[in-house]
């Protein structure tokens, strides 16, 4: 009897944390989940087991109340038994009414907060961002897109209107359903294949002409920004196209502005500076709960999520204030974002930064800090800036600005440092990278004049020779691309003239020869580098080097045999192992190539190429064939290497097209 009453009470204890579970306390599974990993499980399967949990152990308690008890003496045992047999229905009666009431209580204001501030009300938000007349919205976030196209479902001119998920839209199956919702040419490249990203190019440049198109910001990290330039307008940005040969960031109307402005105080007073208020304090019964039960408030996921949406559409129409001037206006916009969400880490650099700029401080290019961990790619800094918003800082905008570069996206790189360069007026860094961003898009004169503008600003401050090396190949390299190659040479020398003796201004200025083709003037550079030292290490191999470019291998094989006799550099032995094959030295050239074979030092492929060129002399197809093969596995594919290996490859297996 003892142990069936300690089974009973043990029932009774795990019945209680069932029902205990249910009301989602802070060690259960779905909060532990949120906590630790920070993500959002549904935990469905869990639920519907504690649920059948409860349903056995309220049973089986039930089950047990009915058992009539034997009768026997009436002792005090026996009474409190029977006392608790009989009135088993009516606590189970008033649990269950008390769970429930207890649930309903405290879901209610979660129940009613989505029906006051439904998703659907961004949707109707971005809406009346657009105007009149119909287009084409894109996105990165479908989520954004759903609620758009929730909130057309009331408009009469809905049909007028297209949301177009951009990183869908390369998927044939997506365009086709596209054209059948909405035709407007949809299919019109690539009708039946995944579209490649000139081609995705080449599809909105088509309907632009045709459609305006908008675009839900933030937007920085995207390749749509390389063919169009954005426009703000209300919460959105509407696309226009650049002008061929041509970088602008263009400046707001001030009607636009005023505009704009009315449209964001009137969503503010609309309800969001209730939505930014902190919640109220819990009452006293509330803590006890909280404190004695482990139940925290139910999370409120949609309005967290509209917080975060609203704060980054707050934060980037102050970055619009703040390029445009408007300082105040811009700070007060930082500060909504920051209200909304107090986490936005784009609205607190960019108040920051806006801070300084009211009390007339100069903001630094440096400085980013940890933030540079999180902008390793363009892919992390399109992630961190959809969910947060558009950086307005010098030291970010040159990482974004860089990673911009390093993707092949001059406009957005461009664009990112000529605004560090607007705001850090003291700093060359955003000029420098200017001038190499002018310089990939063959924009000469706009290389040269800021190549001067650099000059201008450290003028009486002594260089760091990284720097100075840099601004003179920049401005070499405009001049012989404006066909002035007097100039470039006049740049080169002055800079040789400035720094005698250093070889590594004489090894920059020999290779910036090469680069130009002037090979006259580079040897003559190695030869006066050897008449001083005789022994130069770089000279000597630099001039064996274009020796044997210019086919002159013989001339070269003094200098190479001069440096190996002072070093081992399996750079200097790869160079002698190329000019003995060209003098037709094969066997010495194979202890060469041979000594260097699978040194990390040197390229891979010049070695099996040298050694496919032997075996050929040789006439050992087989082993030529062999090292070709190897050569194609050490090069990027497609690359002029590569095509020149693989051509070579496939004469030697088919004799017969040659």
């Not at 207890?102 to 209610?108: G, K, P, Q, S, T």
């Not at 439904?118 to 990165?140: D, H, I, K, Q, T």
């Not at 426009?231 to 001030?254: D, G, T, W």
């Not at 999180?374 to 307005?392: C, P």
């Amino acid at each position: 009897r003892f142990q069936v009453w300690i089974f009973r009470a043990l029932r009774v204890v795990l019945l209680l944390a069932c029902l205990w579970l249910v009301f989602d306390p802070e060690v259960g599974p779905r909060q532990i989940v949120r906590k630790q990993l920070g993500v959002e499980l549904p935990l469905l399967t869990f639920d519907y087991v504690n649920a059948l949990g409860i349903a056995f152990l309220a049973g089986s308690l039930l089950f047990a109340a009915q058992v009539q008890p034997q009768r026997r003496a009436r002792s005090a045992l026996q009474k409190f038994n029977s006392t608790l047999r009989r009135n088993t229905m009516l606590a189970f009666a008033v649990i269950t009414t008390s769970v429930s009431c207890a649930l309903l209580i405290r879901n209610l204001p979660s129940v009613l907060a989505v029906n006051r501030q439904p998703l659907s009300g961004y949707g109707e938000f971005l809406a009346r961002s657009l105007p009149a007349g119909g287009g084409l919205v894109l996105a990165e976030d479908a989520t954004k897109l759903a609620v758009l196209r929730a909130a057309w479902s009331h408009q009469a001119d809905r049909e007028k209107w297209s949301a177009v998920n951009l990183k869908a839209l390369p998927s044939h199956q997506y365009r086709a359903a596209l054209e059948r919702e909405s035709p407007r040419g949809w299919l019109a490249i690539g009708p039946e294949r995944e579209l490649k990203l000139n081609e995705l190019l080449q599809l909105l440049n088509q309907l632009a002409r045709t459609n305006r198109i908008f675009f839900i910001a933030p937007h920085t990290g995207v390749i749509l920004f390389e063919l169009f330039q954005p426009s703000p307008l209300a919460a959105v940005s509407e696309l226009q196209r650049y002008e061929e040969n041509h970088f602008a960031r263009p400046q707001l109307p001030a009607q636009r502005l005023a505009d704009n402005e009315i449209f964001w105080d009137g969503t503010w007073r609309g309800g969001l500076e209730t939505l930014s208020q902190p919640p109220g304090r819990p009452s006293a019964l509330a803590n006890f709960f909280h404190r004695r039960l482990a139940l925290s408030p139910p999370p409120d996921d949609q309005w967290q999520q509209l917080r975060i949406w609203y704060s980054a559409a707050f934060n980037d129409w102050g970055v619009a204030l703040q390029r445009a001037g408007n300082l105040p206006a811009a700070q007060r916009r930082f500060e909504q974002a920051r209200a909304l969400n107090t986490n936005n880490l784009a609205a607190t650099v960019n108040w920051n930064c806006n801070s300084n700029l009211l009390a007339g401080k100069v903001p630094a290019t440096s400085g980013a800090g940890r933030l540079t961990d999180k902008f390793r790619s363009i892919q992390e800094i399109a992630s961190v800036v959809g969910l947060h918003g558009t950086f307005d800082d010098p030291a970010i905008a040159c990482v974004i600005g860089n990673a911009c570069f390093a993707a092949g996206w001059p406009r957005q790189a461009w664009a990112e440092f000529d605004r560090a360069r607007e705001l850090a007026t003291n700093s060359v860094i955003p000029e420098l990278a200017l001038a190499r961003i002018y310089a990939r898009v063959h924009f000469d004169d706009e290389v040269l004049a800021t190549v001067s503008r650099v000059r201008a600003k450290t003028a009486g401050q002594p260089l760091v020779k990284a720097l100075e090396s840099e601004l003179v190949v920049l401005e070499s390299g405009a001049w012989m691309a404006q066909t002035n190659p007097a100039a470039a040479v006049q740049t080169l020398e002055l800079f040789r003239q400035k720094n005698p003796g250093d070889n590594a201004a004489a090894e920059l200025v020999f290779k910036t020869y090469l680069l130009f083709g002037r090979t006259t003037n580079a040897l003559q550079i190695a030869d006066e580098q050897l008449a001083a030292n005789a022994d130069n290490l770089s000279a000597l191999n630099n001039r064996a080097a274009l020796l044997i470019q210019l086919g002159r291998a013989t001339e070269a094989l003094p200098s190479l045999d001069r440096a190996l006799a002072l070093t081992n550099l399996p750079t200097i032995r790869l160079n002698r192992a190329i000019a003995r094959l060209q003098v037709g030295d094969d066997a010495a050239a194979e202890k060469d190539y041979a000594l260097v074979e699978n040194n990390p030092a040197v390229e891979a492929f010049t070695v099996h190429f040298g050694q496919a060129q032997l075996a050929v002399n040789r006439r050992d197809t087989n082993a030529a064939v062999r090292q070709l093969e190897i050569c194609l596995t050490n090069i990027a594919p497609d690359s002029v290497k590569w095509r020149t290996a693989n051509e070579r490859l496939t004469a030697l297996k088919n004799p017969a097209a040659r």
